[in-house]
């Protein structure tokens, strides 16, 4: 019987490790020599992909390199350590920016631990900063200045804030009076008290520094072309909202208010949605205007804004009132009344303990002399609805004229402070020479 003798493959793998002379001397006494000086032979582009041959051949020379040389094999640490660095912060990420900034000690650290091995230019590319931050965010972590209340350096930022401007802005906060006031409503009551001297953005900035973080929820908006208003009674706006007290009862609450202030011209507390309270509340602020005006009412489609008591009232006036339904009669939503009924119930109502229907009664009243009288507002360019009900006209000029004066005594102040870190790491302000 004739032995037929088993022929070995072999991997292509293998045939690649042969060429490249990677192959252990082990396994090259179980390879044929003849099988070895035909792999030597054979043309690069036998086999399929072979293009990835170069890459291959990268992967080799590194491979290679760091055995032969110990300073890649560094190199190479360096770098994994820097990709740890910055993906501790990616997987963070839902704001980059954002993320970037408060993160700036783990990116300073890590940039400077790894900055022999890699050139500081390549290694920030890696956090989408440019150098001049870089160097901004070095010297507030490595260099703190003892003279700023936030510890940047008062001689290479002259501008930021006094040590009692920020101060000041810690004790609005700690205000009860502005416990549940959004920031923007904070720092136009301090800029009206003139305690504040700087723009919305720097208090934003400075908030955010002192771990003041609520308050502020920026999103996307779809394009949405909302209703305008240009003059007090143009336009208003009726609604009602839901509250639910301690011992179990529902709460009807009925607004009416002006859409161009904001102004709320009436309320009422019903247990139910009520036809005769919305009819009643346009009755009494039409009762206070001087002379007749014709005013659009806008509301939704509900119960109690469309039915005979409203419709009828509405039509033994005309042409006073043209009552129009919220996306039917017009494309517009209902949004502004529907913004104040949630300041009311979140910045409000839902944070105190309200037991029954006098107590609402109570902190409904509270709410509205601080909202219309005390509380100024982003949107009225620091005005309260009051004041531009009344005529008041709608200009941040009212409130910031001191800025310039202020900003110059800040930089003056500043200059003069005594910062132990002037000069210092001039050199590093150089590019760094690539490690070869």
Same mark, same amino acid.
């Given at each position: 019987?004739?032995?037929?003798?088993?022929?070995?493959?072999?991997?292509? +793998?293998?045939?690649?490790?042969?060429?490249?002379?990677?192959?252990?001397?082990?396994?090259?006494?179980?390879?044929?020599?003849?099988?070895?000086?035909?792999?030597?032979?054979?043309?690069?582009?036998?086999?399929?992909?072979?293009?990835?041959?170069?890459?291959?051949?990268?992967?080799?020379?590194?491979?290679?390199?760091?055995?032969?040389?110990?300073?890649?094999?560094?190199?190479?640490?360096?770098?994994?350590?820097?990709?740890?660095?910055?993906?501790?912060?990616?997987?963070?990420?839902?704001?980059?920016?954002?993320?970037?900034?408060? +993160?700036?000690?783990?990116?300073?650290?890590?940039?400077?631990?790894?900055?022999?091995?890699?050139?500081?230019?390549?290694?920030?590319?890696?956090?989408?900063?440019?150098?001049? *931050?870089?160097?901004?965010?070095?010297?507030?972590?490595?260099?703190?200045?003892?003279?700023?209340?936030?510890?940047?350096?008062?001689?290479?930022?002259?501008?930021?804030?006094?040590?009692?401007?920020?101060?000041?802005?810690?004790?609005?906060?700690?205000?009860?009076? !502005?416990?549940?006031?959004?920031?923007?409503?904070?720092?136009?009551?301090? @800029?009206?008290?003139?305690?504040?001297?700087?723009?919305?953005?720097?208090?934003?900035?400075?908030?955010?520094?002192?771990?003041?973080?609520?308050?502020?929820?920026?999103?996307?908006?779809?394009? !949405?072309?909302?209703?305008?208003?240009?003059?007090?009674?143009? *336009?208003?706006?009726?609604?009602?909202?839901?509250?639910?007290?301690? +011992?179990?009862?529902?709460?009807?609450?009925?607004?009416?208010?002006?859409?161009?202030?904001?102004?709320?011209?009436?309320?009422?507390?019903?247990?139910?949605?009520?036809?005769?309270?919305?009819?009643?509340?346009?009755?009494?602020?039409?009762?206070?205007?001087?002379?007749?005006?014709?005013?659009?009412?806008?509301?939704?489609?509900?119960?109690?804004?469309?039915?005979?008591?409203?419709?009828?009232?509405?039509?033994?006036?005309?042409?006073?009132?043209?009552?129009?339904?919220?996306?039917?009669?017009?494309?517009?939503?209902?949004?502004?009344?529907?913004?104040?009924?949630?300041?009311?119930?979140?910045?409000? @109502?839902?944070?105190?303990?309200?037991?029954?229907?006098?107590?609402?009664?109570?902190?409904?009243?509270?709410?509205?002399?601080?909202?219309?009288?005390?509380?100024?507002?982003?949107?009225?360019?620091?005005?309260?609805?009051?004041?531009?009900?009344?005529?008041? *006209?709608?200009?941040?000029?009212? !409130?910031?004229?001191?800025?310039?004066?202020?900003?110059?005594?800040?930089?003056?102040?500043?200059?003069?402070?005594?910062?132990?870190?002037?000069?210092?790491?001039?050199?590093?302000?150089?590019?760094?020479?690539?490690?070869?």
């Amino acid at each position: 019987m004739q032995i037929i003798k088993h022929r070995n493959s072999y991997h292509t +793998n293998t045939k690649i490790f042969a060429r490249k002379g990677l192959l252990s001397k082990e396994l090259l006494k179980l390879i044929p020599s003849s099988n070895l000086s035909r792999w030597l032979k054979e043309p690069e582009n036998k086999y399929i992909d072979y293009t990835l041959n170069d890459l291959i051949d990268e992967d080799i020379e590194l491979f290679q390199n760091q055995n032969e040389f110990p300073s890649s094999k560094k190199l190479s640490r360096a770098y994994i350590q820097l990709l740890k660095g910055a993906y501790t912060i990616f997987d963070q990420i839902k704001d980059f920016n954002r993320v970037v900034k408060k +993160n700036k000690d783990i990116i300073v650290n890590t940039i400077e631990s790894i900055k022999n091995w890699i050139p500081v230019p390549e290694a920030i590319q890696l956090f989408r900063i440019s150098r001049a *931050t870089y160097q901004n965010y070095k010297t507030q972590v490595l260099n703190k200045c003892e003279a700023s209340y936030i510890f940047w350096c008062v001689k290479r930022y002259p501008q930021q804030l006094l040590n009692q401007e920020v101060l000041k802005i810690k004790e609005y906060f700690n205000n009860i009076d !502005y416990k549940f006031w959004s920031k923007s409503s904070i720092y136009y009551m301090g @800029l009206r008290n003139k305690d504040f001297n700087f723009c919305l953005a720097t208090f934003y900035k400075y908030s955010n520094l002192l771990g003041i973080n609520n308050g502020r929820h920026l999103q996307n908006k779809p394009e !949405y072309s909302p209703l305008q208003s240009i003059k007090p009674n143009q *336009t208003w706006c009726a609604d009602i909202t839901v509250f639910k007290t301690a +011992n179990g009862v529902k709460h009807y609450i009925h607004l009416l208010i002006d859409h161009y202030s904001r102004m709320i011209l009436g309320w009422h507390i019903d247990l139910k949605p009520s036809p005769k309270a919305i009819k009643e509340l346009l009755e009494n602020a039409l009762e206070e205007l001087p002379k007749p005006t014709r005013i659009e009412f806008l509301t939704d489609g509900g119960i109690e804004n469309v039915n005979t008591t409203v419709e009828e009232y509405i039509k033994s006036i005309e042409p006073n009132i043209i009552h129009n339904i919220a996306q039917k009669d017009i494309p517009s939503s209902n949004s502004m009344i529907e913004a104040v009924n949630k300041t009311l119930k979140y910045q409000y @109502l839902y944070q105190s303990h309200i037991e029954n229907t006098a107590q609402l009664d109570k902190a409904l009243l509270e709410f509205i002399r601080n909202y219309i009288y005390i509380r100024p507002q982003h949107s009225l360019k620091g005005n309260t609805p009051f004041e531009t009900y009344n005529g008041k *006209t709608m200009s941040i000029s009212h !409130y910031n004229s001191h800025f310039e004066a202020q900003k110059q005594f800040r930089k003056e102040q500043n200059t003069k402070s005594s910062c132990k870190n002037v000069g210092i790491n001039k050199k590093e302000n150089q590019p760094q020479s690539k490690v070869n």
